[in-house]
């Protein structure tokens, strides 16, 4: 067995592993801190991170209830004469 050659093996190894956990490191820091903005947004707008699921129920079922009444309203009569 050549031990230089797998010592130098051993080495890369270790520095490529030590590269990728900086570079996770660093991705998990701006997860982070992404996440720390939109929690701000979030409050911001009065909106708990916690009842976010049911505020955006609560949204699509405005909003579909605002196409059901603009639906409602346009003047069917005229527009089936086109």
Known sequence: MDYEKELNSLKDNLDK???LKYKAEARLEQLNN???EIIKE???LGV?????E?????LKS???KLF???N???PKDILEKK
Request: hydrophobic residues 30%; charged residues 35%; glycine residues 0%.
């Open 62 to 64: 405005e909003i579909d």
């Open 68 to 70: 059901l009444e603009a």
């Open 48 to 52: 708990n991170p916690e009842d976010l």
């Open 54 to 58: 049911e505020e955006i129920k609560k």
């Open 17 to 19: 592993a030590k590269s």
């Open 42 to 44: 979030l409050n911001s």
């Open 72 to 74: 409602t309203l346009l």
């Open 34 to 36: 992404q996440q720390q």
